[in-house]
């Protein structure tokens, strides 16, 4: 984080409230800080940014973001689609998004993602916005939303398609 410190001096690090309690303790970062718990909202005058925090939805203290003024969720992990993408996709790959989970482990558990999803849905976002794969409009969201409800995709003892002994 240093790094990027250095070049935006001014800049607040922004991150789940349990993140900058327990992680950002243990790194040697030592700039400016604040911890968001579900629901609040950053006001950047044009955009609004409510957090949403996703405990397990990849990581125990998982936050996404959901920009308010354009309708757009930044889901982190969740919608990831396999392979090299478009920068839009139309292509409906949710089954093939359960089955990379299932392979890679990503998942321990299916319900804490489920839970996740409901609460995306309601939002009725115009976008998401993965950290792998192209951005999926509001059109193809159903699918992806479908898919993590009806296929399985949790952790099944294999860790980037490796069996790991029991």
Do not use: L, T
């Given at each position: 984080m240093g790094r990027f410190v250095e070049e935006a001096p001014?800049?607040?690090l922004a991150c789940s409230d349990a993140g900058a309690m327990l992680n950002l303790s243990q790194w040697s970062y030592a700039g400016p800080v604040q911890g968001f718990r579900d629901?609040?909202?950053?006001?950047l005058g044009k955009h609004k940014r409510r957090f949403l925090e996703t405990p397990h939805v990849h990581h125990w203290d998982s936050m996404m973001v959901y920009e308010e003024t354009t309708g757009s969720v930044f889901p982190a992990d969740l919608f990831i689609q396999p392979g090299d993408q478009p920068a839009v996709v139309q292509e409906d790959l949710g089954k093939e998004?359960?089955?990379m989970y299932r392979e890679v482990g990503t998942f321990a558990a299916e319900e804490p993602v489920r839970r996740v999803v409901d609460r995306i849905e309601k939002l009725e976002p115009q976008w998401l916005h993965p950290m792998h794969g192209g951005n999926l409009p509001k059109e193809v969201v159903p699918n992806y939303i479908q898919a993590l409800r009806d296929e399985e995709f949790a952790f099944e003892g294999k860790i980037f398609g490796r069996e790991i002994p029991r």
């Open positions: 001014e800049a607040v629901g609040e909202v950053i006001d998004m359960c089955y």
